[in-house]
């Protein structure tokens, strides 16, 4: 069998590893099958590109993976009409984020044949042997799949229970050359980064959170190693964001991977998503020096009420005691706000602003953005339950269609004193970051010419 797998463009002028995808390559290139990728993404190919090359080339398969973001759902849409329209079209499957939560409306808005539903990488060796041997699909657990306009959703399958035995991706198959050049905080200009992962899910139950995954499950240290050695070899990889929902999911776990990096002598730079609850000054320490330069902390909002209702876990007092140590110990930390969860008002907001202000060091540009109840959270099925909206059709076709707008109004403010209150608070941030940016770049400049800074490389 042949099989065409389709980044899509994000429009991106630099584009992220697409990771999801390269472990499903890497699965199918397993199992004996021809695997191509339509990197829609570094080329900026128009959607017709795509048919045209459905056109050009017999394949047997072709698949699309998309997250729950308004921009994917339609991509997502235009890719489909661009698969449909082929003469050739394929068996078309889609999976990811997106479609996992909501498959049968997937299925019917595409007019995909399957969708695969949650984790990929066990359920395509069935599912493809079933095709290449052109069984029925009834059996095969974690797909949807849609005879005319009859739509059968299969029970879910189990979550791998040890995901090193998962290859690692097929980054070969992908240009590593373009995928290098992600910016992420702190990277120098000679930097070349990649994103990877140290584990699958997370411990916690935030409101307005989709979670795939049920629980943690780490990957073990020595294959962990074992992969950032390959990517510093052959790619020339010296930055790794770890891209896991929470990597740290605990002390230990933190401290176990922290201290193997050292061991290790990766000499490397990293990022993480992280949690304030362990964010300990020791913790902290041992971080930075085996290469950690951010960590992107879900903070989510400012007010011990608001968090109680996100069933955040966390605590005013926590996050501010958290976010000192992390500045203390050298690591640049990544402020999530949001606004809008459950009775929020313009006093939580005002929170939040004044948090982000007292703290934020610079090294991004951080505003605030209203909470979305995406499908597949506690937050979109109470939106349901009380009439804020339909369905998935209302959610992505009515509801969902900026992620800077409001999708649906959980506050007792009107919908434009809301996105009054959202333009002034974001006004104040992002003018705060160009002072900052325009006060480093004249203290450069009285350093040049005062101090005659031969380092300086130019005003770029």
């Known amino acids: 069998m042949k099989i065409l797998l389709v980044v899509y463009d994000n429009d991106s002028y630099i584009s992220e590893f697409p ?14 099958y021809e695997v191509d990728v339509f990197n829609q993404d570094i080329h900026h190919y128009p959607d017709e590109e795509l048919t045209r090359r459905l056109d050009a080339e017999k394949y047997d398969v072709v698949g699309i993976s998309v997250i729950a973001g308004y921009y994917q759902y339609r991509k997502l849409l235009k890719l489909s009409e661009a698969v449909n329209r082929s003469k050739n079209r394929p068996v078309y499957i889609i ?14 808005k595409t007019q995909a044949d399957i969708a695969v539903i949650g984790e990929g990488e066990e359920t395509v060796v069935e599912l493809f042997q079933a095709l290449a041997q052109k069984r029925g699909l009834a059996g095969i657990l974690g797909i949807a799949y849609r005879e005319g306009d009859t739509v059968t959703v299969n029970q879910r399958r189990p979550l791998i229970v040890d995901i090193d035995t998962i290859p690692l991706p097929a980054y070969h198959k992908f240009p590593m050359e373009c995928y290098r050049l992600a910016r992420y905080p702190h990277s120098s ?27 943690f499950r780490p990957r073990k240290v020595e294959p962990l190693i074992e992969e950032i050695k390959m990517l510093k070899k052959d790619f020339g990889i010296t930055y790794i964001a770890f891209y896991d929902e929470l990597l740290m999911s605990s002390v230990e776990r933190t401290e176990e991977l922290s201290e193997a990096f050292l061991k290790a002598n990766l000499n ?23 290469g950690c330069v951010f960590i992107n902390y879900g903070i989510e909002a400012m007010d011990d009420e608001t968090l109680k209702v996100m069933k955040k876990g966390l605590t005013t007092k926590q996050i501010i005691k958290g976010i000192e140590a992390t500045l203390a110990a050298g690591i640049s930390p990544g402020f999530n706000i949001i606004f809008g969860n459950i009775n929020e008002d ?28 995406y499908p597949g959270s506690p937050l979109y099925y109470h939106a349901i339950k009380e009439g804020f909206m339909k369905n998935c059709e209302d959610f992505y076709e009515n509801k969902h269609i900026n992620s800077d707008l409001l999708a649906i109004n959980f506050t007792k ?8 209150a959202l333009m002034e608070a974001n006004s104040t941030l992002v003018k705060n970051y160009y002072e900052k940016m325009t006060i480093n770049i004249l203290e450069q400049t009285k350093n040049l010419y005062v101090k005659k800074d031969a380092t300086f490389r130019g005003f770029r």
């Open 95 to 108: 999976g990811g984020h997106g479609p996992s939560p909501e498959p049968e409306y997937f299925l019917k």
């Open 19 to 32: 990771i999801g995808l390269a472990y499903i390559a890497s699965i199918l290139l397993r199992e004996g």
């Open 189 to 215: 200009r000679s930097d070349f980064g990649i994103s990877m992962l140290s584990g699958r899910g997370c411990t916690f139950l935030c409101n307005f959170c989709y979670r795939m995954d049920k629980g």
């Open 413 to 420: 403010l009107s919908d434009d004193d809301f996105h009054m």
């Open 268 to 290: 490397i730079k990293w990022n993480c998503n992280g949690r304030l609850n362990y964010a300990e000054p020791e913790l902290l320490k041992l971080m930075k020096k085996s």
């Open 346 to 373: 313009r006093e939580t907001l005002r929170k939040g602003v004044e948090f982000l202000l007292k703290y934020d060091d610079g090294a991004q540009l951080r505003t605030i953005r209203p909470v979305t109840p």
